[in-house]
């Protein structure tokens, strides 16, 4: 198994571009969520989903679209990029279970934004 | 919602030493308590967790409390190495089925040999 696999490692825009963040995961996990992680805040939520055609808005959405049409997969795709959005970003995917479930996270993508 | 507060943001501790990093939180209905950590860029990785029907759990050099009362969880690590050295997170969720992970700000611990 892979496990969760995110692309772009790395990636710089410019203000107002857009882009797409990939998150494939092959563990057949219904759950699956993006984060970000910025110095001194933790990693904080985006957006999260709990199985296909299932989305629901974290703790700091706004900026950022995602869709769930297949179990595997999990763009995140941001739409004006501006330089707050200056991050990185994580993927993360756990099967359902009653709430409990460990979190496995991809190796994250780290996006400037000038 | 849920909300979970940590501290301390930074530690630093001698080798051999204890230490402890406490997350607060508000929402009563919480049932899942996890700890994550965080080596020089890596990703986060589980490390313990524990359920709200138990008040402690071990794994040799750490354990996890829970005072339910109080809202709070602990993580203790002793006999501290050199290898301990990350960022360690506390998180939670809700009793709801697939319910959203919320994370803590994060402890960057220090051993010093």
Same mark, same amino acid.
């Given at each position: 198994?892979?496990?969760?696999?995110?692309?772009?490692?790395? &990636?710089?825009?410019k203000?107002? &571009?857009?882009?797409?963040?990939?998150?494939? &995961?092959?563990?057949?996990? %219904?759950?699956?969520?993006?984060?970000?992680?910025?110095?001194?805040?933790?990693?904080?939520?985006?957006?999260?989903?709990?199985?296909?055609?299932?989305?629901?808005?974290?703790?700091?959405?706004?900026?950022?679209?995602?869709?769930?049409?297949?179990? %595997?997969?999990?763009? +995140?795709?941001? +739409?004006?990029?501006?330089?707050?959005?200056?991050?990185?970003?994580?993927?993360?995917?756990?099967?359902?279970?009653e709430?409990?479930?460990?979190?496995?996270?991809?190796?994250?993508?780290?996006?400037?934004?000038? | 919602?849920?909300?979970?507060?940590?501290?301390?943001?930074?530690?630093?501790? !001698?080798?051999?030493?204890?230490?402890?990093?406490?997350?607060?939180?508000?929402?009563?209905?919480?049932?899942?308590? =996890?700890?994550?950590?965080?080596?020089?860029?890596?990703?986060? !990785?589980?490390?313990?967790?524990?359920?709200?029907?138990?008040?402690?759990?071990?794994?040799?050099?750490?354990?996890?409390?829970?005072?339910?009362?109080?809202?709070?969880f602990?993580?203790?690590?002793?006999?501290? !190495? =050199?290898e301990?050295?990350?960022?360690?997170?506390?998180?939670?969720?809700?009793?709801?089925?697939?319910g959203?992970?919320?994370?803590? !700000?994060?402890?960057?611990?220090?051993?010093?040999?």
């Amino acid at each position: 198994n892979a496990g969760v696999t995110q692309t772009p490692k790395f &990636q710089v825009l410019k203000t107002g &571009q857009s882009m797409t963040l990939q998150c494939a &995961q092959d563990m057949n996990h %219904e759950y699956m969520s993006w984060y970000r992680q910025d110095p001194g805040m933790g990693l904080r939520l985006i957006h999260y989903s709990v199985g296909a055609g299932i989305t629901d808005q974290g703790e700091v959405p706004n900026g950022y679209n995602v869709s769930r049409s297949t179990t %595997e997969d999990f763009p +995140l795709r941001l +739409l004006s990029a501006a330089p707050s959005q200056t991050s990185v970003y994580f993927c993360a995917s756990s099967v359902q279970h009653e709430g409990t479930g460990e979190l496995f996270f991809g190796e994250g993508s780290r996006l400037t934004v000038l | 919602g849920e909300n979970v507060e940590q501290h301390p943001s930074t530690l630093s501790v !001698q080798e051999g030493d204890s230490a402890v990093i406490k997350c607060t939180y508000s929402d009563s209905a919480s049932n899942y308590f =996890p700890w994550y950590k965080q080596e020089l860029g890596k990703r986060p !990785q589980l490390i313990i967790d524990i359920r709200s029907n138990v008040g402690e759990k071990k794994d040799q050099r750490i354990a996890v409390t829970l005072n339910k009362t109080a809202k709070h969880f602990s993580l203790h690590i002793t006999e501290t !190495q =050199p290898e301990d050295s990350a960022v360690y997170f506390c998180a939670l969720r809700g009793p709801r089925k697939g319910g959203k992970l919320i994370f803590g !700000q994060g402890t960057e611990l220090s051993v010093k040999p």
